[in-house]
Nanobody
Framework: QLVESGGGFVQPGESLKLSCAASGFTLDHSPIGWFRQAPGKEREGVSCIASSVDGGIWYADSVEVRFTISRDRAKNTVYLQMNSLKPEDTAVYYC??????????????????????WGQGTQVPVAS
């Protein structure tokens, strides 16, 4: 099970840190992705961190430099630090898990079909 937290209303330029806590499995054994879905739009990949064995971190062009994904093995949690937030970052943010043995690469991490389990989402409204 994946549970996101940390969402909330922020103004443009502010920061927010989202958490994705896992239960029932170990997060660093498989890739974990962060996705977002804005009203009326398709779900899109934001960032992904590969398993600790495979390595690899990817970001969408729209969040490169501003967002940072990280993993805390002791807490079995993946984080998404979001800085310099913009109104266009407004969305429901989801974390997702590929499942045991799953793997993604640079060309596939944004494909929602690569992920078997999803959290319930956390809302991030960005407005003045």
């Amino acid at each position: 099970q994946l549970v996101e937290s940390g969402g909330g209303f922020v103004q443009p330029g502010e920061s927010l840190k989202l958490s994705c806590a896992a239960s029932g499995f170990t997060l660093d054994h498989s890739p974990i992705g962060w996705f977002r879905q804005a009203p009326g739009k398709e779900r899109e990949g934001v960032s992904c961190i590969a398993s600790s064995v495979d390595g690899g971190i990817w970001y969408a062009d729209s969040v490169e430099v501003r967002f940072t994904i990280s993993r805390d093995r002791a807490k079995n949690t993946v984080y998404l630090q979001m800085n310099s937030l913009k109104p266009e970052d407004t969305a429901v943010y989801y974390c997702a898990y590929t499942g045991v043995g799953g793997t993604v690469v640079e060309d596939t991490w944004t494909d929602v079909d690569e992920y078997d389990d999803w959290g319930q989402g956390t809302q991030v409204p960005v407005a003045s």
